[in-house]
């Protein structure tokens, strides 16, 4: 099974904000925005990423977090149009990111604008449903033999920050979920927008229980984490009972160009074989944008599981 992983996608913010609109973090955010981020962050680049994620036809697309910016109504409003206009909700799956819960927003036009994408299994319930509000997660997509789990590491923060928290409920919950779905022979993907391993981030912008994430993840076993946040590659790995397993960070979907230590727009294509029984097999190809021809190519192929190893 092919599956695609974007992430740190920025869409561009529709509107000028409304004076009473830009008040504390989202000031500053907007600010930012303007005279930095905006430029760092095109949609040119971002459609031709989706267009060619498009032609390779994954299974399931993840897109691990942060639509938007400063998590203004008019962004949610017209990152669900986008959406709905390039993918299928019944293929593709989203977890808040940091953007996407800048400041506190109501649920019903906030974040709950992106329900249609964050449809799955629910804690002890026999149907799928989307969520009811921010504390609504992990949730599950499963597709044959492989299950996502989709965690929230996004609560609203306070200026200058942009740390996660899952909080024990949460972690408790992650590792239930990989423990149930590992004892019946599932491939566990397990999918947030903050990096769960160490010195990825500086403190005020990394996930504040990582350790207990961690240790829940030890316990239950993973086949393959992804996370957003880093707008640059990542590759790491986390200890599980049965050795160490794959952790990934996508780079951003939408730069016009690789500046400094990032690269181009780019996104993540996984080819995932086997079963339980035999082992899984991990193979990802990382697909960026070529700002010179304006072109997707194979920047980089990599195993990252595998029984034979």
């Not at 399931?60 to 910016?69: C, P, R």
């Not at 491939?187 to 994430?213: F, G, N, S, W």
């Not at 984490?225 to 050795?243: A, C, D, F, K, Q």
């Not at 960026?288 to 021809?293: F, G, H, K, M, V």
Request: net charge neutral; aromatic share 6%; with cysteine.
């Amino acid at each position: 099974m092919r599956l695609a992983q974007l992430t740190d996608l920025h869409l561009p913010i529709p509107t000028a904000p409304k004076a009473g609109e830009l008040f504390g973090k989202r000031l500053l955010g907007y600010l930012s925005w303007k005279r930095n981020r905006e430029f760092l962050h095109r949609l040119d680049p971002l459609e031709r990423i989706v267009a060619d994620c498009g032609r390779a036809a994954p299974a399931l697309t993840v897109i691990s977090g942060d639509l938007i910016n400063i998590s203004l109504e008019a962004e949610f409003t017209s990152a669900f149009q986008w959406l709905e206009k390039n993918f299928d909700p019944s293929e593709t799956v989203f977890c808040p990111g940091n953007h996407d819960a800048y400041v506190e927003t109501p649920w019903p036009s906030g974040l709950g604008l992106l329900s249609p994408f964050m449809v799955g299994e629910r804690s002890g319930e026999p149907s799928i449903r989307a969520p009811q509000g921010p504390g609504d997660f992990p949730y599950v997509r499963t597709i044959g033999r492989i299950s996502v789990v989709l965690a929230n590491s996004s609560p609203p923060t306070l200026p200058g920050l942009a740390t996660g928290r899952l909080g024990l409920n949460q972690i408790d919950e992650i590792g239930r979920k990989l423990s149930e779905l590992g004892s019946v022979g599932q491939c566990r993907i397990l999918v947030l927008h903050h990096p769960p391993t160490e010195r990825v981030e500086p403190r005020r912008k990394a996930l504040d229980d990582r350790k207990a994430l961690r240790a829940a993840v030890m316990e239950a076993g993973v086949e393959l984490v992804l996370h957003g946040h880093t707008h640059r590659p990542v590759w790491s790995s986390i200890e599980t009972r049965n050795g160490p397993r794959p952790v990934v960070g996508g780079g951003s979907a939408s730069h016009p160009t690789g500046h400094g230590k990032y690269r181009p727009a780019r996104y993540n294509l996984f080819s995932i074989e086997g079963d339980a029984a035999s082992g899984w097999h991990i193979d990802v190809e990382a697909r960026e944008l070529d700002p010179a021809s304006g072109e997707v190519n194979t920047a980089e192929r990599r195993t990252l599981l595998s029984p034979r190893k």
